[in-house]
């Protein structure tokens, strides 16, 4: 999984780890944990959507 580019993906500066900020409860967690591909994940480039219109 390519979480470093995702939207849900945060950087916590005290911690020195990313995490992940999508609101799933515990089951939601494990199951993700246990997928290669994330059915969450968002790309989280603002410009994507521009480049396609354009």
Do not use: H, W
Not at 16 to 35: K, M, P, T, V, W
Request: proline content about 2%; aromatic content about 16%; charged content about 35%.
């Amino acid at each position: 999984m390519d979480c470093e580019t995702c939207m849900y993906f945060e950087y916590d500066e005290f911690s020195g780890e990313g995490i992940c900020n999508a609101n799933l409860d515990e089951d939601e967690f494990y199951r993700l944990s246990q997928q290669k591909k994330c059915p969450y994940y968002r790309d989280g480039d603002d410009y994507a959507l521009v480049r396609k219109q354009n």
